[in-house]
């Protein structure tokens, strides 16, 4: 990953071939003590790994897919999930055909990939809510 600080909580940079996406990004996050913010990624991979969430069964369907694609959008929030920062994404790619197919991701193998991430001031957490099964960010009231 190449990536500089544009201003005091924002960064900008890219990727580099071969990288796994959620891990590299979730490292960097981790090195720097980013808590809270928001990202936008852009470029191509050469495969992903989506999931779809069954909300009657609770659970995350995965979705492997072996072909390169346009990561036409990848976009997330990041929080504390049992400490530590997490990025949370969900991700639209484009097919050969211009057909796009998405969810929730898991993973990726970069071909080429450009990101923005933006800090937040105040740490988010995440909560395991009962009723949805999932973890959910609880911010907290000033
Ligand atoms: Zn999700």
Redesign the pocket.
């Known amino acids: 990953m190449k990536i500089s600080k544009q201003s005091e909580n924002e960064f900008f940079g890219r990727f580099e071939e071969n990288e796994e996406l959620v891990a590299k990004l979730t490292e960097f996050l981790e090195q720097n003590n980013i808590h809270s913010g928001v990202f936008s990624i852009i470029g191509s991979v050469k495969a992903s790994r989506i999931a779809f969430?069954d909300q009657k069964e609770k659970k995350y369907l995965e979705m492997p897919m072996d072909e390169p694609a346009e990561l036409l959008h990848c976009t997330g929030n990041i929080s504390l999930k049992d400490g530590k920062p997490f990025p949370?994404c969900?991700v639209v790619l484009g097919a050969r055909d211009g057909s796009a197919y998405g969810g929730?991701l898991l993973g990726a193998k970069v071909f080429v990939a450009e990101v923005y991430i933006k800090k937040f001031d105040k740490p988010v957490e995440r909560k395991f809510d009962e009723s949805t099964g999932l973890e959910l960010i609880e911010p907290k009231e000033d």
């Open positions: 969430f949370h969900h929730h």
